[in-house]
């Protein structure tokens, strides 16, 4: 049975839907003290720094921006670098995998098709999952199973000092309000990646969602993702599957091609369309789509485009 552990890969569809969340107080459920902790401040007094993953690709004689993302962030990353917001003030549309304003998204996810009822020591692993995370269930309710274990996963990185709210796609729209936001994906592409058609693959899928919660799989891989991606060390996610408790066999392989590679030639293609319209576009996408034989910058060299890496300073 192969081993979910890509829910970051969509966090920020995920963030999205975590605007109605309900937090549990202080004495509910559990004590506050075993609790998440609270993030430091959402003023950051830290120096603005460059952060992430950066090329500039020329065709046609104009440049656009592909910019490798993570989808949780800390308070100080509001702040961009130099480089970062040159690119950003070059730019005339923000590209993101799926615009989190789209009304389609929230329909489509909410069309999903339920799995069978959950087996009672299921349901209780979940309910158990909310009272960890502090979170109170009735917010998520109306969502599949599966949406509600992967948005508790990605709510682990509040034990890390980071929040879905700080995703770099959330501080991006803030950075370009005003500035056209354009999908590169579908709503029911979205949704189709995240929730199994098939009831049982939904099931098994729910069962390993929790199993990483349980054994805090999850956030010792978003640690080590976040480390990486802070220090734009594209070295150490092209080897992802060597530290990520996820690629253990064929078949876990065989899923993260689906969820990251399989996707990228279309996010290739609807970067480069963008682009031929003569659109300067700063196209924001998970920093694993940077990586592998069908890396984003590797396909959009194959379509034409001068690729160069955008390197920070030390």
Same mark, same amino acid.
């Given at each position: 049975m192969p081993c979910r552990r890509l829910v970051f890969a969509?966090? &920020?569809?995920?963030?999205? +839907?975590?605007?109605?969340?309900?937090?549990?107080?202080?004495?509910?459920a559990l004590a506050a003290s075993a609790c998440p902790p609270p993030l430091p401040g959402l003023q950051s007094a830290a120096p603005a720094r460059d952060r992430g993953l950066?090329? !500039?690709?020329t065709q046609g004689g104009h440049s656009s921006w592909l910019f490798g993302t993570l989808h949780v962030g800390k308070p100080d990353w509001q702040r961009f670098g130099p480089k970062l917001t040159a690119a950003l003030q070059a730019s005339d549309e923000l590209a993101l995998e799926i615009d989190p304003n789209d009304p389609a998204l929230r329909a489509a996810l909410a069309e999903t098709v339920p799995p069978p009822e959950l087996a009672p020591p299921l349901q209780a692993r979940l309910q158990q999952a909310y009272e960890r995370a502090c979170v109170a269930s009735e917010s998520m309710a109306t969502l599949h199973p599966v949406l509600q274990a992967a948005t508790l996963t990605v709510l682990e990185a509040r034990w890390l000092g980071m929040d879905p709210s700080f995703a770099m796609e959330q501080l991006l729209l803030a950075h370009l309000r005003g500035r056209r936001v354009v999908s590169l994906e579908t709503a029911a592409q979205?949704?189709?990646?995240?929730?199994?058609?098939?009831?049982?693959?939904?099931?098994?899928?729910?069962?390993?969602? +929790?199993? /990483? +919660?349980e054994d805090q799989s999850g956030r010792r891989v978003l640690a080590r993702m976040a480390q990486a991606w802070e220090r734009g060390d594209l070295a150490a996610l092209e080897d992802y599957d060597r530290w990520c408790e996820c690629a253990s066999?064929?078949?876990? !392989?065989? &899923?993260?091609?689906? +969820?990251?590679?399989?996707?990228?030639?279309?996010?290739?293609?609807?970067?480069?369309?963008? *682009? !031929?319209?003569?659109?300067?576009?700063?196209?924001?996408?998970?920093?694993? *789509?940077?990586?592998?034989?069908?890396?984003?910058?590797?396909?959009?060299?194959?379509?034409?485009? /001068?690729?160069?890496?955008?390197?920070?300073a030390p």
């Open positions: 969509f966090g &920020f569809t995920l963030r999205w +839907l975590l605007a109605g969340l309900s937090l549990l107080g202080a004495g509910q950066l090329w !500039r690709i979205q949704k189709a990646a995240l929730v199994p058609d098939d009831p049982a693959e939904a099931l098994a899928q729910l069962d390993q969602s +929790l199993a /990483q +919660l066999s064929d078949d876990d !392989r065989a &899923f993260m091609r689906r +969820l990251n590679d399989e996707r990228n030639p279309a996010l290739a293609d609807g970067i480069a369309a963008r *682009h !031929r319209l003569g659109k300067r576009v700063f196209a924001a996408v998970g920093a694993l *789509h940077m990586t592998g034989p069908q890396s984003l910058p590797r396909l959009l060299a194959q379509r034409g485009f /001068q690729v160069e890496r955008i390197r920070w």
